[in-house]
């Protein structure tokens, strides 16, 4: 069967079975440690993607794709060999292997040093994320019957131009071994949904996103996730504002204090604490895409990253929810866990794995490698990078809160190769005088330098504004990998932060 010219295929599990499965995977471990590898990795990954989209009443997208295949890792004379392949005989996955360990000796040639990494122990066990509802098995055209409905709502509001809405499914079967005894097997399902409405007036262009910019909210969760947006009832609204930003009062330009809500507070996380504190970053190993990091090795356990109520964590346990960043194991078998990012305003901790972990003297590795799929390398991702909830109450804040902006939901974003210098712009703002939230403010945007915006940091909204936010397209590497990440926020004031330069006039 057929949609939209990319082929839909067998349920996962249908053309590969787990048992199937453990047989590729011991035919590549035994290859590569008959060809003389001292350690090697497999994950068997079968990826099954099902997105669809609409545009002003008409459908955008309409597709559905499964991949299969086995990608393994191979350490021999000190240095590491990848290879991955999609022709899943014997032959086919011996002559991968093989690759792998030819791949692994040719490296060495050019090492400065052999690889070491912290131990580990073995696994055998099997994980899957909880979920209601499995998306695959609901419809289609019931998925495609919402967006349209939303798609149609938001039209209804005189004065939008484009109303775009989506939807997208992952479910990632795999399984991980290796040499030293592992066999995990684990099921990931994701779900998310998003609305945007975008207005033309003049030469100017406005638009609203719900219930998140760039693509909405995404978790690791069944369709029962897409229910709960309430994507339809929120149409309406999405498409109002967007309009009444055109008559909005421009930003003002300044020094002023600032409300973040939590969308954009998870964005802020990831981008000046989630990818500075990747340690390959750190060590020079990593620069695509987001550059290197500010936060040399010397900094740890000494640096004032934020005020006394910053305390950021990075947990990929399901106990901390169902985030992007969730999972039972990571891609070398470490299980999950949380590690302090920032205590109590100071920094505490990196992203490892194995290998920087033993670089940089610690005993066990964070368990944050991850792959986008079987073809891919593993390497150093953030997991669910959050900030704790603190004790105030949104109403609260707002009162305690003389004049300030808020800014809401995520329009760009810019910061330096360091992760220091940075500046980002909401969809919508809105004006706080005397404790009360008044006027609608157009262009919101914000400037600063990492550790000094964090530290003007002197209120948090309290757990029950807390929501943990999914990014589905955190890039990083060469060739590109694109990963979900999570990022726990509740709305939180910032003090004394350069306001309105991004649409100074």
């Known amino acids: ?58 459908v955008g997208n309409l597709s559905e794709s499964q991949s299969l295949g086995l990608g393994i890792r191979a350490l021999a004379g000190g240095s590491w060999g990848f290879a991955a392949t999609d ?20 490296s060495a040639l050019a090492k400065l040093h052999d690889v070491s990494m912290v131990p580990e122990q073995a696994y055998v066990d099997t994980w899957q994320n909880p979920f209601v509802k499995d998306p695959f098995r609901v419809p289609m055209e019931k998925q495609l019957d919402l967006l349209l409905a939303a798609d149609a709502e938001m039209r209804k509001v005189k004065g939008v131009t484009l109303a775009e809405t989506s939807m997208a499914f ?14 995990i097997h684990q099921t990931r399902v994701q779900s998310g949904a998003g609305i945007v409405a975008t207005t033309f ?63 954009q507070l998870g964005l802020q996380i990831h981008e000046s604490i ?49 985030g992007l960043g969730t999972f039972g194991y990571d891609d070398e078998g470490v299980p999950a866990q949380c590690t302090d990012i920032i205590k109590d305003g100071m920094f505490r901790g990196y992203l490892s794995n194995r290998e920087t972990a033993a670089s940089v003297g610690l005993n066990r590795s964070g368990g944050t490698m991850r792959t986008e799929g079987w073809n891919r390398l593993p390497i150093i991702r953030m997991t669910n990078i959050s900030i704790h909830p603190g004790e105030w109450k949104y109403d609260d804040l707002i009162a305690d809160t003389d004049d300030a902006i808020y800014m809401e939901t995520n329009r760009s974003w810019s910061i330096d190769d360091r992760r220091y210098h940075f500046q980002f712009s909401t969809e919508i703002g809105w004006e706080i005088k005397g404790g009360k939230k008044g006027r609608m403010i157009k262009h919101p945007s914000y400037s600063g330098i990492t550790t000094e915006f964090w530290n003007s ?49």
């Not at 022709?87 to 040719?106: K, P, Q």
Request: glycine letters at 10%.
């Open 274 to 322: 989630g990818h500075p504190v990747e340690l390959d970053r750190v060590l020079g190993m990593e620069a695509n895409f987001a550059g290197m990091s500010f936060l040399t090795l010397e900094k740890l356990n000494t640096l004032k990253y934020g005020s006394d109520i910053v305390n950021v964590v990075a947990d990929a346990r399901l106990a901390h929810g169902s």
């Open 457 to 505: 940091c002197d209120a948090i909204c309290s757990r029950e504004h807390w929501t943990l936010w999914g990014t589905p397209n955190c890039g990083k590497g060469q060739p590109m990998q694109t990963m979900g990440t999570g990022h726990g926020a509740s709305p939180a004031r910032f003090k004394n932060v350069r306001v309105g330069v991004a649409f100074a006039k």
């Open 170 to 183: 992952r479910r990632i079967d795999q399984l991980f071994a290796s040499t030293i005894g592992s066999r």
């Open 1 to 58: 069967m057929r949609i939209s010219g990319k082929v839909l295929l067998l349920l996962p599990g249908e053309n590969g079975s787990r048992g199937m499965m453990q047989d590729w995977a011991d035919w590549a471990l035994d290859t590569a440690k008959s060809r003389g590898a001292t350690y090697a990795d497999v994950r068997v990954m079968d990826i099954r993607h099902r997105d669809l989209s609409t545009k002003n009443g008409q």
């Open 201 to 263: 007036a003049g030469t100017e262009i406005q638009k609203r996103s719900y219930p998140n910019s760039f693509g909405g909210q995404h978790m690791l969760a069944g369709y029962e996730l897409v229910e709960s947006l309430d994507l339809v009832e929120n149409a309406q609204r999405v498409g109002e504002e967007a309009v009444a930003l055109h008559s909005a009062i421009q930003c003002p330009e300044g020094t002023k204090t600032i409300i973040l809500d939590s969308s």
């Open 87 to 106: 022709r899943l005989t014997r032959e086919g996955i011996s002559a991968c292997a093989a690759e792998a360990v030819s791949i692994a000796r040719a």
